[in-house]
T-cell receptor, first 112, second 116 residues
């Protein structure tokens, strides 16, 4: 079946540093989503991408839909302590329907 | 409330017991999804409803898992004869529209099921 890989698996950064993480797929996707999950909470949608090459920002977050449609990238600029959490990418092959496939997540720790 | 509400937040079941997990989606949301999240993993799709119709149940791991949404709002995920491998967080999500692009899914806090 479909599989997503996320890298890095975990990362420790200093407050104020920029962060980059990516997600790759064995399949072509038409939709990419990035979620953040805090302990004991459900995932919260950060950014949604719908077109190959699309670059979308949400505050300090920027995500890109890879041109090959098999990858996506999330960047966080000037990290702050509340950025700590697990970041999941999720992809969907079709333009509709709701069967999203999630990656295993990137665990981000921010050191003061 | 304004968000997706799930109950109970925590459930401990003895192996072999039946459990029922409830999801109250955001009012007016057409689509509802159930996901299973094992410890340290990303959520895995279980099933999808559009209103009361269960359009996709391809992710249900066995016939012990059953989901319903009889009136197109509240949904219940039932697991019969629970096994230890069923231990996970069960997440419910809802979105406003059905088969339309650019819909966002909002997740509840999840129910953490522990089978002992």
């Amino acid at each position: 079946g479909q599989q997503l890989n996320q890298s890095p698996q975990s990362m420790f950064i200093q407050e104020g540093e920029d962060v980059s993480m990516n997600c790759t797929s064995s399949s072509i996707f038409n939709t990419w989503l990035w979620y953040k999950q805090d302990p004991g909470e459900g995932p919260v949608l950060l950014i949604a991408l719908y077109k190959a090459g699309e670059l979308t920002s949400n505050g300090r977050l920027t995500a890109q839909f890879g041109i090959t449609r098999k990858d996506s990238f999330l960047n966080i600029s000037a990290s702050i302590p509340s950025d700590v959490g697990i970041y999941f990418c999720a992809g969907r092959e079709r333009n509709y329907g709701q069967n999203f496939v999630f990656g295993p997540g990137t665990r981000l720790s921010v050191l003061p | 409330g304004a968000g997706v509400s799930q109950s109970p937040r925590y459930k401990v079941a003895k192996r072999g017991q039946d459990v029922a997990l409830r999801c109250d989606p955001i009012s007016g949301h057409v689509s509802l999804f159930w996901y299973q999240q094992a410890l340290g993993q990303g959520p895995e799709f279980l099933t999808y409803f559009q209103n009361e119709a269960q359009l996709d149940k391809s992710g249900l791991p066995s016939d012990r898992f059953f989901a319903e949404r009889p009136e197109g709002s509240v949904s219940t995920l039932k697991i019969q004869r629970t096994q230890q491998e069923d231990s996970a967080v069960y997440l419910c999500a809802s979105s406003l529209l059905g088969r339309v692009m650019n819909t966002e899914a909002f997740f509840g806090q999840g129910t953490r099921l522990t089978v002992v």
